[in-house]
């Protein structure tokens, strides 16, 4: 039995890669500060959930480009991105030569018409009693039939323009021809886009405005080869988000690409879910969890359990028949489902585990100076003037797994003044954390997969040094004691 800081520990040997078991002792006022929970290890389902990072995207269903009819120039604009419009709604207007010279032509070709009723209605008078022939007569048919066709014409052509059929009908005279036409919002919606501007010559090509009906949205996950038996067009989601952590959406799985990309090994799903509020904004980035039924059950804890000592995961099993006393045990980790993770080796089921507050363990572990093989530390014995002295040598080393759920373990303790190393490997491609960041340190590194990354750095004061992966989404922190 070995002292230390006012506190025992004992060090027995087992087939720990370190060589030996650490037993950590607390007092029952420590546990109640710390507030330490323990819970056994139970059977539960591995891999129930699959989770996805995802971006919110417009219903491509709900999303209108608009363009003018018309060729022309912009003379008034009524609508700024994230205006919110109704159908109907005039939102810009064209000054229109192209809409004024057809109208013109249809009246002319009405008046044409006209006159060429008159002169069909005198010539068959004219003909009934004898004072034109019945050649005139059928000329006069003939003209008047072409300058119908023309009237129907340039009618049509009109109404190609938008022109409706009641403005249509109002045309009598060239006084009456109206060169501007109101551009109107074909649907409901936002404003997401504008290139409208006063001045701005304009074609049907031209795009004005764009319009998106954000009352439902679209998100696009990228699935991973390894799960695509897993997930069927139908599956159920949920749909999270750090800007509202209150929020749960459900959704269900409707598009599977049928391709694959060739480098990431992904296909896109596409989730749509209601969007009453507005809440989730174009390009928001979110989590997106699928529910997969028939999962296997296995052995999980809390992730909350789960620490790291060096290059080890371990939990801390409280002392069956020795309150206060608990055993650090070496794990190997499994697939993890919300705040629970799969113990593949190194746990009964019915051990208890320490469920929170196992970082604290792990901090009294290493006050007490306890070190691996690697490591070194000279402690005193009770009753005994002899020191035991192990291996020891001057830096500090945590590796830090990045699977598809985050960083393990999430949280790191270094002492200040004593030179560190992480070393990140990611396992998977199934993350968005293809690169650390290190904002305090002004350190970014990108993180090949299944290849180590070391960062050293010498922590200088007590704190937290916050890190996480390009997109801000996964983070974890490295306590400064």
């Known amino acids: 039995m070995v002292i230390g800081a006012g506190a025992a520990y004992f060090i027995t040997r087992s087939a720990n890669s370190d060589g030996a078991t650490v037993v950590v002792p607390l007092s029952a006022e420590a546990i109640a500060r710390a507030g330490i929970v323990v819970t056994p290890a139970s059977s539960g389902e591995s891999g129930a959930d699959i989770r996805l990072p995802g971006v919110v995207e417009p219903n491509a269903y709900?999303?209108?480009?608009?363009?003018?009819?018309?060729?022309?120039?912009?003379?008034?604009?009524?609508?700024?991105?994230?205006d919110r419009v109704r159908r109907g709604q005039t939102i810009a207007q064209i000054y229109s030569p192209e809409l004024a010279d057809a109208q013109t032509k249809y009246v002319s070709a009405k008046?044409?018409?006209?006159?060429?009723?008159?002169?069909?209605?005198?010539?068959?008078?004219?003909?009934?009693?004898?004072?034109?022939?019945?050649?005139?007569?059928?000329?006069?048919?003939?003209?008047?039939?072409?300058?119908?066709?023309?009237?129907?014409?340039?009618?049509?052509?009109?109404?190609?323009?938008?022109?409706?059929?009641?403005?249509?009908?109002?045309?009598?005279?060239?006084?009456?021809?109206?060169?501007?036409v109101n551009i109107a919002a074909p649907i409901d919606g936002v404003v997401t886009e504008r290139a409208a501007n006063i001045g701005l010559n304009v074609d049907p090509a031209t795009s004005l405005f764009t319009v998106v009906d954000l009352s439902t949205v679209w998100i696009v996950a990228d699935l991973y080869d390894k799960d695509f038996s897993r997930v069927r067009v139908g599956s159920t989601v949920t749909i999270t988000a750090t800007a509202y952590p209150e929020l749960a959406l459900r959704g269900s799985v409707s598009y599977i690409d049928p391709q694959v990309n060739a480098e990431s090994r992904t296909a896109k799903i596409r989730i749509e879910v209601p969007n009453?509020?507005?809440?989730?904004?174009?390009?928001?980035?979110?989590?997106?969890?699928?529910?997969?039924?028939?999962?296997?059950?296995?052995?999980?804890?809390?992730?909350s359990a789960v620490q790291n000592v060096a290059d080890r995961t371990v939990v801390y099993l409280a002392h069956p028949k020795e309150p206060g006393k608990f055993t650090e045990r070496e794990v190997r980790l499994g697939r993890s489902a919300g705040d629970r993770?799969?113990?593949?080796?190194?746990?009964?089921?019915?051990?208890?585990?320490?469920?929170?507050?196992?970082?604290?363990?792990?901090?009294?572990?290493?006050?007490?100076?306890?070190?691996?093989?690697?490591?070194?530390?000279?402690?005193?014995?009770?009753?005994?003037?002899?020191?035991?002295?192990?291996?020891?040598?001057?830096?500090?080393?945590?590796?830090?797994?990045?699977?598809?759920?985050?960083?393990?373990?999430?949280?790191?303790?270094?002492?200040?003044?004593?030179?560190?190393?992480?070393?990140?490997?990611?396992?998977?491609?199934?993350?968005?954390?293809?690169?650390?960041?290190?904002?305090?340190?002004?350190?970014?590194?990108?993180?090949?997969?299944?290849?180590?990354?070391?960062?050293?750095?010498?922590?200088?004061?007590?704190?937290?040094?916050?890190?996480?992966?390009?997109?801000?989404?996964?983070?974890?922190?490295?306590?400064?004691?």
């Not at 069909?120 to 003909?127: G, M």
């Not at 300058?147 to 403005?167: I, K």
């Not at 509020?277 to 296995?298: C, I, N, P, Q």
């Open 341 to 481: 993770v799969e113990i593949v080796s190194g746990v009964a089921q019915g051990d208890t585990v320490v469920a929170e507050g196992s970082f604290f363990v792990q901090a009294e572990r290493e006050r007490l100076g306890l070190r691996t093989t690697a490591q070194t530390t000279t402690v005193p014995t009770r009753n005994s003037s002899a020191t035991e002295t192990a291996s020891v040598g001057d830096n500090q080393q945590v590796k830090v797994i990045v699977t598809g759920q985050g960083f393990e373990p999430a949280k790191v303790m270094f002492r200040t003044g004593v030179p560190a190393r992480l070393t990140f490997v990611r396992t998977t491609d199934q993350t968005c954390a293809t690169e650390v960041a290190f904002p305090s340190l002004n350190i970014t590194r990108a993180l090949p997969l299944n290849e180590p990354v070391p960062i050293d750095f010498t922590p200088r004061k007590p704190g937290e040094i916050a890190f996480s992966c390009g997109m801000n989404m996964l983070k974890g922190a490295v306590v400064v004691q």
């Open 62 to 82: 709900k999303l209108v480009a608009v363009t003018p009819l018309v060729s022309g120039r912009v003379t008034r604009v009524s609508a700024a991105l994230g």
């Open 111 to 180: 008046a044409m018409l006209d006159a060429h009723d008159r002169e069909l209605q005198r010539t068959e008078k004219l003909v009934q009693i004898g004072a034109a022939s019945r050649q005139e007569l059928e000329r006069i048919h003939a003209e008047h039939a072409a300058q119908s066709a023309t009237v129907q014409s340039s009618r049509a052509q009109l109404e190609l323009l938008g022109v409706s059929s009641s403005t249509i009908d109002g045309l009598g005279t060239a006084g009456s021809v109206n060169a501007t």
């Open 276 to 303: 009453p509020r507005a809440e989730l904004r174009l390009g928001m980035f979110v989590d997106v969890v699928v529910a997969v039924a028939g999962a296997a059950r296995t052995l999980v804890v809390p992730r």
